[in-house]
């Protein structure tokens, strides 16, 4: 394996792990934002 492939396969790693990582911070965000509207739901 050369320097360029290695250099390439750990790029995508990269790549793959920081969209998985966006993925889970937008879900978390949405999951508050629910928990919040059904909590001033149930306050009314």
């Not at 250099?7 to 790549?15: G, I, K, N």
């Not at 993925?23 to 909590?39: C, H």
């Amino acid at each position: 394996m050369t320097f360029r492939s290695a250099a390439t396969a750990l790029v995508l790693v990269a790549v793959a792990t920081l969209a998985g990582c966006a993925n889970t911070v937008t879900g978390v965000a949405t999951d508050v934002k629910q928990t919040g509207n059904a909590v001033e739901r149930a306050v009314q």
